[in-house]
């Protein structure tokens, strides 16, 4: 019954993939994916240059070679404006493959941003963000590694050769553009203690995902909530919680949790913190009600203007029995590079 179980879940999974159009990639350590948490994210950092990279791997234990992969890489730096504002600009690249069926999507994004001192002093003082991103991608499909019902003559025997969409798809490949815009609030106390506010509204054009060019199926605009903080309570301990609220059609996901920080070494040259992390992801099965998808735990590690993050999500959803509580690992890296200029207290430590 067990492999019984693991085998209906894969061929959900597989077949899946050509009804997954809506899907947005997603990573646990959202908090180290800022670009594509929130375009008004661009140039918000305490270093003039961000170099990021993240890599998630799902569903390994079911699908083996065929688990779902998100990559994404993404550079933004700030400018000064004045005396105290910010001109933010960056760029984004992501991938995403899923299923045997090697459903993937892959973009670029230009983002621009723009933050405004709303008052404070030298080392505290709050900001405004407003952000905007554009750019390009490209959905595909390979249809012939995928099994459909008209293949199947009902008597056990299965038919590679025969028509499986009756023309249904004419396509396995298409481009499309994207647009999204964001806002951000930050309050920062001083160089230790922070809170930050934002939202973003991603696929503001509604780009057609249909793989029949003579049919229009609109990809839903994604909602997206985020607040969160770093918070030193001694010396040598703090922690950083956060919240993610993502809405996009009929489909919801929430991820919040903290981070507990031990601070190794605070000096202006020797900056060093290790993390740990217990979150929770909840989600809805559509039409039936709300479930607690997964528990994850992260490790993150800060030396000077290098950050290493890895997590692992816990499967506690119904599929369960299928994945043997397995979920999917995640890896985040974030290296930023400073210049000579030195404005004191500017914003969180993202």
Request: aromatic share 14%; charged share 15%; proline share 3%.
């Amino acid at each position: 019954m067990k492999r019984f179980k693991s085998l209906l879940v894969a061929c959900m999974v597989l077949l899946g993939g050509a009804t997954l159009s809506a899907q947005d990639i997603h990573f646990s350590q959202f908090y180290m994916s800022p670009l594509n948490l929130n375009p008004a994210m661009t140039g918000v950092m305490n270093c003039n240059i961000r170099l990021v990279a993240n890599y998630r791997n799902q569903w390994a234990s079911v699908l083996r070679s065929n688990a779902y992969s998100t990559y994404s890489v993404s550079y933004d730096q700030r400018i000064p404006v004045g005396r105290y504002d910010y001109f933010g600009v960056g760029g984004t690249f992501w991938g995403d493959r899923a299923g045997e069926a090697n459903f993937a999507t892959i973009t670029g994004k230009l983002s621009f941003a723009y933050s405004k001192k709303m008052g404070g002093g030298r080392n505290d003082g709050q900001y405004l963000v407003v952000g905007a991103e554009a750019g390009a991608a490209q959905r595909s499909i390979d249809f012939l590694k995928l099994r459909w019902g008209l293949q199947h003559d009902g008597a056990g025997g299965f038919d590679p050769n025969a028509d499986p969409m009756e023309g249904g798809f004419d396509r396995d490949n298409f481009l499309f553009a994207d647009m999204a815009a964001g806002l951000l609030w930050f309050m920062v106390f001083d160089k230790n203690n922070s809170l930050y506010l934002g939202g973003a509204f991603h696929h503001l054009n509604r780009s057609n995902q249909s793989f029949d060019s003579d049919a229009e199926d609109l990809l839903y605009s994604r909602f997206t909530f985020h607040a969160g903080g770093d918070f030193l309570t001694s010396p040598r301990f703090g922690i950083s919680p956060g919240v993610i609220v993502m809405s996009q059609g009929p489909s919801f996901q929430v991820n919040a949790g903290t981070n507990f920080k031990f601070i190794l070494g605070n000096s202006r040259l020797n900056y060093q913190a290790f993390q740990f992390g217990l979150w929770t992801r909840i989600s809805n099965k559509i039409e039936t009600g709300v479930l607690n998808d997964a528990a994850i735990l992260s490790t993150r590690f800060d030396y000077n203007n290098f950050s290493l993050g890895f997590s692992y999500d816990i499967n506690i959803s119904p599929l369960r029995p299928a994945s043997n509580a397995n979920g999917g690992f995640e890896f985040g890296l974030i290296y930023k590079i400073c210049g000579p200029e030195k404005r004191n207290v500017y914003c969180p430590n993202f």
